[in-house]
């Protein structure tokens, strides 16, 4: 429906003429508006709310000349197909000849598709007013066909579109109202005009009690609404269980839905991305919700499902849908967007699996410049063109980016291409050319799809690509329209204020109010002083979730039109408090062009800030009143308000206006000069006169989507005559409990000559003494906030100089200082050669479950339909991190209607211990080990209900000592009793005999797995024997199966674990998943009902254990050309409280601090310490990355003191062919790291782009780039040796179709899909006749977890096995029924008692490794890989952007090569996360998490990934593996190359500490936070920042890394 924004006055020549037609009767005003709605159906593609004149003309005419015919019939006819469950009524002409419909006219379009439609068809329906339309047959007629949605106020209408190729009238699907073509079609113009009238009528002041808005067309309306209820739990509960919780405080955008809603100030329709888990369920009164599952299905994909998923932009799927609806939104508000647009869009929205670059790639498809690449082009008329060349009329290329036909003699794309022929009615087809051969001709002579198999397949995955048309969008119900304007009739519903009480004892809200008017929400207030005012709930929801806030009585202040007003005068310009950030942010926009930029400096510096102000979904709904008035000391835009001098205005019933200077509004923390019965009204801000310069900063862990560290507004104005300061204002944020101004330094630059240098050191020095924190400050980071307030001075001192042309030395350095430019936008490269030996292994396949993903259709285990009578598990969990359990008191939870029971260690039937070392209880019996661990369950009757049950169970403790950091349980020796050693040569002896000795420590942190679907169960009783079904999300359903039956003291054939998928695991979902399920299982077991858990998120992150943090002291012996000599290591994991897999992860980090390097003589040894954590556990890489990165880490601080690049260390050290690993593994043929090292050292230029990036260094004071070229190889095989097997059962059924079981898991990987590809190829099949359902432990039993990158390799293997003996036992009937189809062939072996199921298994052979001998094969091959990284620095923030990536992946002969790349640049990502972004943080007073969210826990978003990332596959090396067609495992392999990432930037702080006069050596902990970059960079504002050591003592920091 275009923009969805109805007819405005004035600006439509169609509707709004008919309107303003004075000298009409009634009866003929009545009979043309008939007659345009008559004509909107046929034509209803072309949607009246465009606001297009000429289309709108057209139709207009169309009306009149069916007026003056008069005629009662419908007199079109339309030629066709239409579905066969469409209502065909009639078809009196088949002669596709015997009439044309000319539309002739005198305007501007004269296209000849409109002026000769053949029309040979009628089809009618009852349900639907008859069109009359006059044309050269009048005996002919036809109807639109429509098709009434079950429920739906809405109709799908076929509507006729002609094809320019086919010379054919085809039909497409468009949506109508019903409510508006039914209901009220023949509406007199007075009645109609209403709709489009912009006047307000608003309803009586009466208060309703009921909500209505439309959900995916349908209408609803809910009486007394739950106010707790979220959007997201209402869309859910109806079974739209597309919309996922991933986190619940508006962080992951797997909530995201489009809530459209019309706007009565602008006339128009707007549509918003929200996060429907934070979006109170009321405030959807009036709007018009979308969900995934509303744009399209698997069979009829919406364009934007469609090209993520082909295109492999889903891999788990649980944040698929979130993608969607953003990418959705964005289109839906413009349809022809840029590709930054396309970028930013995602701003909301994290993913852990795919490192973005996939969705990225899709979507930009849809971007201005896609038809460079093939697809339909938007016009500014809204409707699809297509693309012609004037030299060429098929000149649109094959879909590729670098297309021939698209390059100029140069090589370069032709940007000045452009369309110079529109054909109006059919959106084309996305126009790909051919995808065999050359697509044209190009100066070099070679095609564009001649050497890289990826690109080739992803052009002929463009070619399937629908057309995107925003014209077939569900329209905006034109009801909601008359809804909003308060001009819906007596019968129907109006919009009210409104008042409704619900809720218990347990409710956070109990009376919610929704004003209408400023003068209502004032009589709202007056009577209820302090009711909490919410308006987007960003932050409320957040409290209530998380701080377990109560607000009686709640005040939605949202709808208020006089709130966000926006209006300017001489002075300056008056924000309505209510506008949303969003809309702010455009308003500002405007403003700053309209006004001039010297003018609007502070509305500019207010932008800035604003762009990475949280991401679009919170930003589509927060309000600036919210941000001013929740007074956060770190607020973003607040100290922007105070330093450009803004004033708010406040009001009340009983003192009118008053104004309020923002230098005076905040009072303390969280406390601000309102009064009560006060309301924020407006904020004013001035504009700039000359001579003034406004900048803001700040500065987050993560770019976008992050809450400030640090964050400021800085404003100066200087006297034009002579160069004094006559004011200025430092506003800053996070430096103290509000927002604070730095007076002394504002004083001491007062009347002085601004650029002189003396002032600059006298202002930095007032402000670093004025804003000096203490260590132990909350929020942690003292050292580097201080750096930051001078950091961010400096930079405005420079910038301001250059602007206002003082010649001083910074101003010099500004185009450093200020980042002007926009980032660069991302782009990807992916390489595969072209040679396929096989029909289906090897190609890049897209995921199987892709397009379910897309839609919304895959389900999780949270999305399974709840049974009759089921219960939800709460958790009780331990506020301690170590202590006695004295008591459990839980009457006043079983108190509380709806709870069934509270179940403690006391209830567990069987064995209440499990693990592989069986030192781990599943609910404590009398000691709890960590804080937030569960000791008890509240059984209840729904999730809200047992969360806030199990809050009231109270808990009587002891407490006893508690360690929580590696380094303290080493310093107390606080560990496991297990050793793993690995020793080889004389150490000693080799550093007698070495020139260097270097002694030293490093140090890695943990890491969240953050997969986007948390832990969740659904335990289902048999009623009989004690069986149990299983539901899990889990990566191990046989651990699974045996914990629940050793828990219930039933034997394991009793319990069915079931995993259909799971919404990513990594490995956190391996051991940890089992301790959940036997929650259910309990709980199950007690009630006899169905049980379930799903955690949130924080529960999640407290629960479950992290990557294990690991701490190592090293000594090393080098030559003075580098050559390693010895090497003792001695590393120290964080284990947490119990064994879980921590000895399996300490033996492949030992087995790893080798990496890719012969060191002749080794001293490895490993311990695993014991904390008070949560048991830490398998992560991707499982050990690998943290043993690999304690040896990078050392060699880096050896380069630095051989004054050697370490590059050159690598390569002098790495392994050859023939060599032998510490343990005892000679490395055959398959080594290829030194191939790929110099392949990629080539390929990328690394001796080139090494000259530059020193010459930018030398060039740059301080903005540095740095460069890393990083090798890996990677063991693959489980280390357990009875581990190493799998197996499969294969069915094929008697109409032909195969069904697949194996025991590997799917959680976003393309396991499944992999072994469909298998199955297909060994039964010599195509891949849709291969079926797999699910993993259940009845089918595959005795499973080993889908893990250690090898469940290809095993499941794999035992498929084919399986396979293998079902094509021979099928050869015979092959061969003899030649010819026939394979159903046929199925069929026959059947009835001839042929056995058509078969098992394989598979056990990886001459495995297994002793640790006390060192003897024994540990790995069955390595997959190996390199990657070379460049980044720049700012190092005066420790910001970063990783400008390129290049990776060289060695994965044997691929199964499926675009999964596989998938792979590489997924753990790529994950691994530049833990590498940099992911801190993970404790408070040391009690041992509570601190980073519970993805508020304050940072992966990776979609502008942190490379902004040129470039993968390719090894081709051509020797391949003699016995692996399933000769492939390698993948998962985990890439992740360690993702901290070539820190490595580069290790490189540029070096680089940046060569100006400092502080020549310490550089020890550099992961990950590389920004304050870490920072305060390594030790220039002089980082030693002013300083402090002194004697401070410290005794002072607990606020946070700690473990």
């Known amino acids: 429906d275009g923009d969805n924004s109805g007819i405005s006055d004035g600006q439509s020549s169609g509707l709004a003429e008919h309107e303003e037609d004075q000298n009409s009767t009634s009866a003929e005003a009545s009979a043309k508006n008939a007659a345009y709605w008559k004509i909107f159906l046929f034509f209803g593609h072309l949607d009246p709310t465009e606001k297009n004149p000429r289309i709108c003309r057209k139709l207009e005419r169309l009306a009149e000349k069916e007026f003056s015919e008069k005629s009662d019939e419908t007199t079109v006819t339309s030629d066709g197909t239409v579905p066969d469950d469409w209502d065909i009524v009639s078809n009196p002409a088949n002669d596709a000849n015997s009439s044309k419909l000319v539309l002739n006219d005198d305007d501007d379009m004269g296209d000849s598709e409109w002026n000769n439609m053949p029309l040979s068809r009628s089809f009618s329906a009852a349900d639907i007013p008859k069109i009359t339309i006059q044309d050269m047959a009048p005996n002919s007629a036809v109807q639109p066909v429509v098709k009434l949605e079950d429920e739906l106020e809405v109709a799908r209408v076929m509507v006729p579109k002609y094809s320019g190729d086919t010379k ?63 959007l997201l739990q209402y869309v859910r509960s109806t079974g739209l269980t597309g919309t996922k919780l991933g986190c619940g405080e508006g962080g992951c955008g797997a909530c995201t839905v489009m809530v459209s809603r019309f706007d009565v100030e602008q006339d128009k329709v707007v549509h918003a991305s929200v996060n429907a888990c934070l979006c109170p369920l009321y405030s959807i009164d009036g709007k018009h919700v979308i969900t995934v599952e509303g744009l399209g299905n698997t069979t009829n994909p919406h364009p934007v499902q469609q090209r993520i998923a082909l295109l492999h932009g889903s891999q788990c799927g649980f944040c698929t849908p979130g993608f969607v609806m953003s990418l959705y939104t964005l289109l839906r508000n413009n349809p022809n967007p ?68 698209l390059q100029k003699s140069n090589g370069k794309v032709n940007s000045d291409v452009r369309a110079s022929e529109f054909t109006l009615p059919e959106p084309a087809a996305p126009r790909t050319g051919t995808i065999d051969g050359c697509c044209g001709k190009t100066t070099s002579g070679s095609c564009c799809k001649s050497q890289n198999q990826a690109e080739v397949e992803k052009a002929e995955v463009i070619g399937q690509f629908k057309a995107y048309d925003p014209t077939q969008e569900l329209i905006f119900p034109p009801f909601l329209i008359r809804y909003a304007k308060g001009n819906t009739s007596g019968d129907e519903p109006q919009l009210r204020a409104l008042e409704i009480s619900s809720g218990d004892g347990t409710s956070w809200c109990r009376t919610l109010y929704r004003p209408l008017t400023l003068d209502g929400l004032l009589k709202v207030v007056e009577a209820h002083p302090d009711a909490k005012l919410v308006a987007g709930n960003s932050e409320v929801g957040v409290e209530v979730k998380f701080k377990r806030a109560k607000f009686s009585v709640q005040v939605y202040v949202n709808d208020i039109p006089e709130m966000r007003a926006v209006h300017s005068d001489a002075d300056g310009v008056t924000f309505g408090a209510n506008i949303t950030l969003a809309q702010f942010g455009s308003a500002l926009d405007a403003l700053v062009a309209e006004h001039g930029e010297q003018r609007t400096q502070s509305l500019a510096a207010l932008r800035e800030n ?48 008053r104004k309020v200077p923002m230098c005076e509004f905040f009072l303390g923390y969280r406390r601000t000069a ?67 101004l730095a007076k002394a330094a504002m004083s001491s630059v007062d009347g002085k000559q601004w650029g002189e240098r003396t002032v600059l050191d006298t202002m930095l020095a007032a402000c670093q003494n004025e804003l000096r924190l203490d260590y132990g400050v909350p929020g942690g980071m003292a050292e580097y906030r201080a750096a930051l307030t001078t950091s961010f001075l400096f930079k405005f001192w420079a910038v301001s100089c250059r602007q206002l042309q003082i010649g001083c030395v910074e101003a010099r350095l500004a185009h450093e200082l200020e980042d002007d430019e926009e980032r660069q936008l991302s782009r990807g490269k992916q390489e595969y050669a072209s040679v396929v030996d096989r029909a289906i292994v090897g190609k890049g396949i897209t995921h199987l479950s892709a397009l379910k993903q897309v839609t919304g259709e895959a389900r999780y285990v949270d999305d399974m339909p709840a049974l009759q009578g089921e219960l939800y598990v709460g958790l009780v969990m331990s506020e301690r991190a170590h202590a006695r359990i004295l008591g459990i008191d839980s009457q006043k939870a079983l108190e509380l209607p709806g709870v069934h029971r509270v179940l403690t260690a006391n209830d567990v039937p069987g064995h209440n211990v499990w693990n592989i070392f069986k030192d781990e209880e599943i609910l404590p019996s009398a000691v709890v080990h960590h804080m937030g661990q569960p000791l008890a369950l509240v059984v209840a009757d729904t999730q809200r209900l047992a969360q806030e049950a199990a809050r009231m169970v109270r808990v009587e403790y002891e407490d006893l000592p508690a360690v929580l950091t590696v380094r303290d349980a080493v310093e107390k020796e606080s560990w496991f009793p297990e050793v793993r050693q690995l020793k080889n040569g004389d150490v000693e002896t080799a550093f007698a005999q070495a020139d260097c000795v270097l002694e030293g420590e490093s140090y890695c942190a943990p890491q969240e797995h953050f997969y986007l679907e948390p832990f969740g169960s659904i335990a289902v009783p048999k009623g009989e024997g004690g069986e149990f079904d299983i539901y899990a999300s889990t990566q191990n359903p046989t651990e699974t199966q045996m914990v629940c039956a050793e828990l219930l003291g039933v034997p394991a054939s009793r319990i069915v674990c079931h995993v259909k998928r799971m919404g990513g695991g990594f490995g956190g979902k391996e051991s940890r998943s089992a301790l959940i399920a036997a929650y259910t299982a309990l709980a199950a077991y007690h009630t006899n009902r169905s049980v379930r858990i799903m955690l949130d998120r924080d529960e999640d992150m407290q629960i479950t254990g992290q990557r294990h943090p690991f701490y190592g002291r090293w000594k090393v012996g080098a030559t003075r050309d580098g050559r390693l000599l010895g090497v003792r290591m001695r590393i120290y994991s964080n284990g947490g409280f119990s064994h879980d897999l921590s000895i399996g992860v300490l033996e492949r980090a030992v087995s790893h601090l080798d990496n890719c390097y012969r060191i002749p003589a080794t001293d490895f040894e ?121 197996m499969a059962l ?21 396991l499944h899909t992999k072994m469909a590809m298998v199955a297909a190829e060994t039964l010599e099949l195509p891949l849709d006749a291969i079926f797999i359902s699910e993993t259940a432990t009845n089918t595959a039993a005795n499973t080993s977890p889908t893990a250690a990158s090898a469940s290809s390799d095993l499941n794999g293997y035992a498929v084919y096995n399986a396979c293998r003996v079902l094509a021979d036992r099928l050869r015979p009937y092959r061969e003899s029924m030649q010819g026939e189809s394979f159903a046929k062939i199925a069929h026959t072996a059947y ?83 833990w590498s940099t972004t992911e801190e993970f943080l404790y408070f040391p007073r009690n041992g509570r998490l601190f980073t519970q969210g993805p508020g304050n826990y940072k992966i990776p978003s979609a502008m942190d990934i490379p902004r040129d990332f470039r993968v390719e596959l090894l081709e051509g090396a020797p391949n003699a593996l016995k692996t399933i067609f000769s492939s390698k495992g993948i998962g985990e392999p890439p992740l360690f190359l993702g901290s070539s990432v820190f490595f580069a930037l290790r490189d540029a702080v070096l680089a940046a500490r060569k100006h400092s006069a502080h020549q310490s050596p550089l020890h550099f902990e992961l990950p590389a936070t920004p304050e870490i970059l920072r305060l390594a960079c030790e220039d002089e504002l980082v030693e002013l920042s300083r402090i002194p050591h004697e401070q410290k003592l005794g002072v607990m920091p606020f946070v700690v890394r473990i």
């Open 338 to 405: 840029t590709e930054r647009e396309i970028e930013e869009c995602f701003d909301g929205n994290l993913c852990r699996c795919t490192g973005y670059r996939p969705i990225l790639d899709a979507a930009k498809t849809f971007s201005e410049l896609a038809w460079k690449r093939g697809a339909a082009v938007i016009g500014e008329d809204g409707t699809a063109h297509v693309i012609r060349d004037n030299d060429n009329s098929d000149d649109s290329g094959c879909g590729l980016q670098d297309c021939c036909r």
């Open 168 to 230: 054919e009238l085809l039909f497409s699907e468009t949506w109508a109202d019903i409510s508006l073509l039914l209901t009220h079609p023949f509406r007199n113009l007075t009645e109609t005009s209403q709709i489009y009238d912009s006047d307000i009528t608003m309803a009586s002041d009466e208060y309703g009690r009921s909500i209505l808005f439309y959900l995916n067309g349908k209408r609803v309306l809910v009486e007394q609404p739950d106010l707790d209820m979220t």
């Open 674 to 740: 309102m009064q009560r019965s006060e309301v924020l009204l407006s904020v004013h801000v001035p504009f700039n006169p000359e001579g003034e310069v406004v900048r803001a900063f700040k500065q987050a862990k993560r770019k976008d989507d992050d809450i400030a560290i640090v964050t400021c507004g800085l404003r100066v104005r200087v006297d034009a005559a002579t160069g004094a300061v006559r004011d200025s204002a430092f506003a800053y944020g996070g430096m103290a409990p509000t927002t604070v």
């Open 610 to 657: 604003l762009r990475y102000f949280a991401g679009n979904q919170i930003r589509n709904v927060a309000t600036i009143a919210g941000n001013i008035a929740t007074a956060s000391p770190i607020s973003d835009l607040n100290p922007v308000f105070m330093a450009s001098g803004a004033t708010v205005t406040l009001v009340s019933r009983a003192h009118g206006q």
């Open 1166 to 1286: 490993g311990r695993v310490c014991r904390t008070n954590t949560q048991s830490n556990t398998a992560f991707r890489s499982f050990g690998g990355c943290q043993g690999m990165l304690m040896l990078e880490n050392m060699l880096c601080e050896l380069a630095d003191r051989l004054e050697l690049p370490v590059e050159l260390l690598r390569e002098r050290n790495m392994y050859r062919v023939g060599d032998v690993t510490p343990f005892s593994q000679p490395l055959d043929t398959d080594w290829n790291v030194p191939r790929m090292w110099a392949q990629l050292k080539q390929k990328a230029n690394f001796d080139a782009r090494r000259a530059e990036v020193d010459a930018f260094n030398a060039a740059s004071r301080y903005r540095k780039r740095g460069l890393a070229l990083l090798p890996t190889k990677f063991g693959i095989s489980f280390g357990a040796k009875h581990l190493n097997q799998g």
């Open 1290 to 1310: 294969v069915h094929v059924y008697m109409d032909g179709s195969v069904l697949v079981a194996h025991g590997g898991t799917e959680m976003g990987q393309g």
């Open 1391 to 1473: 009835f001839d008692r042929c056995n058509l199921t078969a098992a394989g298994h598979y056990a990886t052979p001459d495995i297994g490794f002793n640790w006390q001998t060192n003897e024994g094969l540990l790995y069955f091959y390595f997959t190996q890989g390199v990657a070379m990284a460049e980044v720049e620095l700012d190092a005066l923030t420790g910001a970063h952007t990783t400008r390129r990536v290049d990776i060289i992946m060695d994965v044997g002969k691929s199964l499926n090569k675009a999964i596989d790349i998938g792979q590489i640049e997924g753990a790529f990502a994950q691994g530049q996360g």
